[in-house]
Nanobody, 125 residues
Framework: QVQPVESGGRVVQPGGSLRLSCAAS????????IGWVRQAPRKVRGGVSC????????YYADSVKERFTISRDNAKNTVYLQMNSLKAEDTAVYYC??????????????????WGQGTQVTVSS
């Protein structure tokens, strides 16, 4: 079954940093565009960032630009989301999603075929 697995979520203080991981055991992530999507309480899912499959181009939502960085480690079959300068409004369940498209990616929940179960990030003092 094609399902990415997220990890790394926890409680962190405002201004802190966290790195989320998206890993796969039965498929090769570098053949997929990978997106990070988050859902805060009582809100719809919103895009955070994505990385394309072929050339690893990266894209970000305006709300996380200059604070978050998405990257791939193909040797570990893992995509990371490095989150710095975290704010209370970053509190959400973060999902990793995969789409087998050859070029580009979408910053948002639309179009991804395979989804992980999510990992909770809580930014609180």
């Amino acid at each position: 079954q094609v399902q990415p697995v997220e990890s790394g979520g926890r409680v962190v203080q405002p201004g802190g940093s966290l790195r989320l991981s998206c890993a796969a055991s039965v498929f090769t992530l570098d053949y997929y565009a990978i997106g990070w999507v988050r859902q805060a309480p009582r809100k719809v899912r919103g895009g955070v960032s994505c990385i394309s499959s072929r050339d690893s181009s990266t894209y970000y939502a305006d709300s996380v630009k200059e604070r978050f960085t998405i990257s791939r480690d193909n040797a570990k079959n893992t995509v990371y989301l490095q989150m710095n300068s975290l704010k209370a409004e970053d509190t959400a369940v973060y999902y990793c999603a995969a789409d087998p498209i050859p070029v580009g990616c979408t910053v948002g929940p639309v179009g991804y075929e395979y989804w992980g179960q999510g990992t909770q990030v809580t930014v609180s003092s």
